[in-house]
């Protein structure tokens, strides 16, 4: 059964506007963690930004943040201003304590000029 | 220089032959984990290991095998490679905790004909 689900395989954005990025997972765990990778043509697997669930406040990193809603076990992403260099596959991410991590298919992100 | 590196970056092999992708890395972390990633469905974990002396096998382990030589380095092996093993082949590594980032390497393309 697929554990974490990204309901939008592809997505595109404008430059300079902001889009977001949808993530659900299935749990009946309390503690765990979430991640949300890019993955740009070069394939490299880059962190972009990671969430405690014990943690109420919204995790940020720059032009990235997240919405974390845990009684609905969603974890979105949202880039502000995007930019080019944005355009990549990203992968959402789910980590139980002790366990080994499970991700999202992806959804591919494209920046347009 | 990367912090965790693999060799061979791309394959093509034919069916039926052994095949071995290596990885090593600079950060200094216990664990370190396989993954392949196929379109369409994230990455899925192969085999991961918590340190020197221990191996878990993952989600889709059937058809390999791994060996953990040294903290810094862990191979992933197809005894007999066949058409559906054709993946994007990652590792990655991470330290002890049960919410640590995993980092990873650059891939390795495989391709088995």
């Known amino acids: 059964a697929q554990t974490v689900t990204q309901s939008q395989p592809e997505m595109s954005v404008q430059e300079a506007e902001t889009v977001t990025l949808s993530c659900t997972y299935d749990t009946s765990e309390s503690d765990y963690y979430l991640f949300w990778y890019k993955q740009p043509p070069s394939r490299q697997m880059i962190l972009v930004i990671r969430q405690e669930a014990y943690k109420q406040q919204n995790a940020t990193e720059n032009r990235f943040s997240v919405n974390f809603q845990k009684a609905a076990k969603s974890f979105s992403l949202k880039i502000s201003d995007s930019q080019l260099g944005d355009a990549a596959m990203y992968f959402c991410?789910?980590?139980?304590?002790?366990?080994?991590?499970?991700f999202g298919a992806g959804t591919r992100l494209t920046v347009k000029p | 220089d990367a912090d965790v590196t693999q060799t061979p970056r791309n394959r093509i092999t034919k069916t039926g032959k052994r095949i071995m992708l290596e990885c090593s890395q600079t950060k200094g972390h216990d664990r370190m984990y396989w993954y392949r990633q196929d379109p369409g469905l994230g990455l899925r974990l192969i085999y991961y290991s918590f340190d020197v002396k221990d191996i878990n096998k993952g989600e889709i382990s059937d058809g390999y095998s791994v060996s953990r030589q040294a903290q810094a380095k862990f191979s992933l092996s197809l005894e007999s490679a066949i058409p559906n093993q054709t993946a994007l082949y990652f590792c990655?590594?991470?330290?002890?905790?049960?919410?640590?980032?995993?980092?990873f390497g650059p891939g390795t393309r495989l391709l088995v004909l």
């Open positions: 990655a590594t991470s330290d002890r905790g049960p919410g640590e980032t995993q980092y």
């Open positions: 991410a789910y980590r139980p304590r002790g366990d080994d991590m499970r």
